[in-house]
Nanobody, 125 residues
Framework: QVRLVESGGGLVQAGDSLRLSCAAS????????MAWFRQAPGKERDFVAA????????YYADSVKGRFTISKDNARNTVYLQMNSLNPEDTAVYYC??????????????????WGQGTQVTVSS
């Protein structure tokens, strides 16, 4: 079955860390770019971070640069998002997504063809 399943969300305090995981199944994970997006209540789904399949290169939204790290473990078919120095503005549902080859705009939701169900991250002040 082709799917993505996120885990690792929760309720934390400002300044804490969390690591999100996204387990992939049903497709060739090693040759696919992956990304994390997030969506706060009443807002659009925003790009957070992405990783290229070819060389492991990464991209980050300015709001998370220096605090979040995306990584991809092809042996485990899993992509991670390490989130440090969390603040209340990071509160959202976090989604992982698959970017097929040929779709080059890594920050656009339209470049992704498969999404997980999301995991809630809540940061209290």
């Amino acid at each position: 079955q082709v799917r993505l399943v996120e885990s690792g969300g929760g309720l934390v305090q400002a300044g804490d860390s969390l690591r999100l995981s996204c387990a992939a199944s049903g497709f060739t994970f090693a040759t696919i770019g992956m990304a994390w997006f997030r969506q706060a209540p009443g807002k659009e789904r925003d790009f957070v971070a992405a990783v290229r399949w070819s060389d492991g290169g990464t991209y980050y939204a300015d709001s998370v640069k220096g605090r979040f790290t995306i990584s991809k473990d092809n042996a485990r078919n899993t992509v991670y998002l390490q989130m440090n120095s969390l603040n209340p503005e990071d509160t959202a549902v976090y989604y992982c997504a698959r970017r097929p080859r040929g779709r080059v705009v890594v920050t656009s939701t339209e470049s992704y063809d498969l999404w997980g169900q999301g995991t809630q991250v809540t940061v209290s002040s």
